[in-house]
T-cell receptor, first 120, second 114 residues
Framework: EPEVTQTPSHQVTQMGQEVILRCVPI?????FYWYRQILGQKVEFLVS????????KSEIFDDQFSVERPDGSNFTLKIRSTKLEDSAMYFC??????????????????FGPGTRLTVL | ELKVEQNPLFLSMQEGKNYTIYCNYS?????LYWYRQDPGKSLESLFV?????AVKQEGRLMASLDTKARLSTLHITAAVHDLSATYFC??????????????FGKGTKLSVKP
C-alpha cells in the first residue's frame, strides 16, 4: 500500500542552524502539507502546497520556514535558523483531492511517520 | 478564532464498556476526520465524514457528524485493549484558498484496562 515517507526520523541540531526535513508524498497525490506536533500537544497546521506554490500557511509558518518541491518526488521543509521552540515532531501529509473541489474522500490526508526535531 | 474542542481529553475505560468521545467545532464545515495516533507514531486515518448525518463504522468504532450542531462523536463499543491510543478529530477549514487544511482538536488519550 502506498505511503508517505519522511527522512530523517530524528534530527538533532544546534540553535541557529538550518535544517531540511524531507518527505516523499504518495505518488499520485498532488496536494502536500506540513504539520507539527509539540510533545504531548495537538497537531498544528503549518503550510499547504500545490502546483509548486504555497496554497495557505498558518501564523506559525513565518519567514524562517520555507517549502520546496525540488524534483518530482520530494517535498521539503526548511527551517533557516532554528530556535529552541522549533523542537517538535514534524509530519508531512499528502492528499489526492484538495477538499473544497470535492472528491470521494474530501481532503483525507495521509501522514508520514514524522521527523522528530530536537533543537539544543 | 476557529476552535476544535474534544472531550474528554483523557479517558480510562474498562474492557467491554462503551463510551463516546465528543468533538465540537466553532465554524461552518461539513468535512470532519478522525485519526488515531499510537505513542511515538504517526496519524492513521480512521473516518472521513463529508455530510450532515454521515455515519461510519469500523469494528468497535462508530463516528457520526451533525453539521448543524457542529458536533462529531466517536463511539466505542465493548472496548478492548488494542483501542488504547490518542484519537484526534480534525475539521477541514480553508484559510483563504480552495485547498482545505486540517485543524485538529487536542486529542483524547484513551486507555483501556482489563
Amino acid at each position: 500500500e502506498p505511503e508517505v515517507t519522511q527522512t530523517p526520523s530524528h534530527q538533532v541540531t544546534q540553535m541557529g542552524q538550518e535544517v531540511i526535513l524531507r518527505c516523499v508524498p504518495i505518488s499520485n497525490h498532488l496536494y502536500f502539507y506540513w504539520y507539527r506536533q509539540i510533545l504531548g500537544q495537538k497537531v498544528e497546521f503549518l503550510v499547504s502546497f500545490y502546483n509548486n506554490e504555497i496554497s495557505e500557511k498558518s501564523e506559525i509558518f513565518d519567514d524562517q520556514f520555507s517549502v520546496e518541491r525540488p524534483d518530482g518526488s520530494n517535498f521539503t521543509l526548511k527551517i533557516r535558523s532554528t530556535k529552541l521552540e522549533d523542537s517538535a515532531m514534524y509530519f508531512c501529509a499528502s492528499s489526492e483531492y484538495p477538499g473544497l473541489a470535492g472528491g470521494p474522500a474530501g481532503n483525507e490526508q495521509f501522514f508520514g511517520p514524522g521527523t522528530r526535531l530536537t533543537v539544543l | 478564532e476557529l476552535k476544535v474542542e474534544q472531550n474528554p481529553l483523557f479517558l480510562s475505560m474498562q474492557e467491554g464498556k462503551n463510551y463516546t468521545i465528543y468533538c465540537n467545532y466553532s465554524t461552518t464545515s461539513d468535512r470532519l476526520y478522525w485519526y488515531r495516533q499510537d505513542p511515538g507514531k504517526s496519524l492513521e486515518s480512521l473516518f472521513v465524514l463529508l455530510s450532515n448525518g454521515a455515519v461510519k463504522q469500523e469494528g468497535r468504532l462508530m463516528a457520526s457528524l451533525d453539521t448543524k450542531a457542529r458536533l462529531s462523536t466517536l463511539h466505542i463499543t465493548a472496548a478492548v485493549h488494542d483501542l488504547s491510543a490518542t484519537y484526534f478529530c480534525a475539521v477541514d477549514i480553508p484559510l483563504g484558498g480552495s485547498q482545505g487544511n486540517l485543524i485538529f482538536g487536542k486529542g483524547t488519550k484513551l486507555s483501556v484496562k482489563p
